[in-house]
């Protein structure tokens, strides 16, 4: 299989068949993949409408919270849950655009297996009230002045990465805002690609201009604190057989074969 694409929703019914239909416009017949929706305990019927299509596209597949643990919760659910070495994430809500899933995909099929690469969607026209705007834009200033991951959109939903890079990375709610610099901090790359961005058109949005702000204060003196903790990753010199000699001095450890 070649490509998981996870999908964190919460109460998002009527958004489920339009969203699948365009995902299968899209891929069918250009990629091996899967769908996994991860509902966040919903309280409309999303689950159903995802099972009700899970007839038609064996393809799909659900995954349900018993309540509401938060889109960080959701995705790493999926991630775990996938089958496929990379994973593609994009918003329930149908304002990414599945259509840009290749655009991504191409570029990481190019890219080296080391470092592992992070590819995030830059939504430059973004389709959103103008508060919703102005609460982005203070934020990815304040963001990237200090974690310094010059990211101009960590807040766009549609993002390619592998699933091992992502299983690597710490796991706290919220940590969805701060992949680029938690990737960064594993010693990854971060690629940021203009992607297409919609207006919504069924639906209510889920976060509101005043906690997106306060929460990702609180959230962004965490990242720091990860960033100044992190440890130097190990470089494996060699896989050590049964039958050889290690040499070791005060200074290095070296194998001897």
């Given at each position: 299989?070649?490509?998981?694409?996870?999908?964190?929703?919460?109460?998002?019914?009527?958004?489920?068949?339009?969203?699948?239909?365009?995902?299968?416009?899209?891929?069918?017949?250009?990629?091996?993949?899967?769908?996994?929706?991860?509902?966040?305990?919903?309280?409309?019927?999303?689950?159903?409408?995802?099972?009700?299509?899970?007839?038609?596209?064996?393809?799909?597949?659900?995954?349900?919270?018993?309540?509401?643990?938060?889109?960080?919760?959701?995705?790493?659910?999926?991630?775990?849950?996938?089958?496929?070495?990379?994973?593609?994430?994009?918003?329930?809500?149908?304002?990414?655009?599945?259509?840009?899933?290749?655009?991504?995909?191409?570029?990481?099929?190019?890219?080296?297996?080391?470092?592992?690469?992070?590819?995030?969607?830059?939504?430059?026209?973004?389709?959103?009230?103008?508060?919703?705007?102005?609460?982005?834009?203070?934020?990815?200033?304040?963001?990237?002045?200090?974690?310094?991951?010059?990211?101009?959109?960590?807040?766009?939903?549609?993002?390619?990465?592998?699933?091992?890079?992502?299983?690597d990375l710490p796991y706290f709610d919220h940590m969805h805002r701060f992949l680029p610099a938690l990737v960064l901090r594993e010693?990854g790359i971060v690629r940021s690609i203009q992607v297409n961005h919609r207006p919504r058109r069924r639906g209510v949005s889920k976060?509101?201009?005043?906690?997106?702000?306060?929460?990702?204060?609180?959230?962004?003196?965490?990242?720091?604190?990860?960033?100044?903790?992190?440890?130097?990753?190990?470089?494996?010199?060699?896989?050590?057989?049964?039958?050889?000699?290690?040499?070791?001095?005060?200074?290095?450890?070296?194998?001897?074969?």
């Amino acid at each position: 299989m070649d490509l998981s694409v996870v999908i964190p929703v919460k109460d998002e019914a009527a958004n489920v068949a339009p969203l699948v239909a365009e995902l299968s416009a899209a891929l069918d017949d250009l990629l091996d993949y899967e769908i996994l929706y991860v509902d966040d305990g919903s309280e409309d019927g999303t689950a159903a409408e995802v099972a009700r299509l899970q007839a038609e596209a064996p393809h799909l597949r659900l995954l349900r919270h018993m309540r509401n643990y938060g889109q960080s919760a959701a995705i790493r659910s999926g991630v775990r849950a996938a089958r496929a070495a990379w994973i593609a994430t994009l918003d329930g809500d149908g304002q990414n655009d599945p259509a840009d899933i290749l655009k991504l995909w191409r570029i990481g099929l190019t890219a080296p297996e080391a470092p592992p690469l992070l590819i995030a969607g830059y939504r430059e026209s973004r389709r959103d009230s103008w508060r919703k705007r102005f609460a982005s834009q203070v934020a990815n200033r304040v963001r990237r002045r200090v974690l310094g991951d010059d990211t101009p959109d960590t807040g766009c939903g549609l993002k390619l990465f592998p699933r091992s890079l992502f299983l690597d990375l710490p796991y706290f709610d919220h940590m969805h805002r701060f992949l680029p610099a938690l990737v960064l901090r594993e010693g990854g790359i971060v690629r940021s690609i203009q992607v297409n961005h919609r207006p919504r058109r069924r639906g209510v949005s889920k976060y509101g201009v005043l906690d997106r702000l306060g929460v990702g204060v609180v959230d962004l003196f965490g990242v720091i604190w990860l960033k100044r903790r992190a440890a130097a990753r190990p470089h494996l010199l060699n896989e050590v057989s049964p039958d050889s000699k290690i040499a070791s001095t005060s200074a290095s450890t070296s194998v001897v074969r």
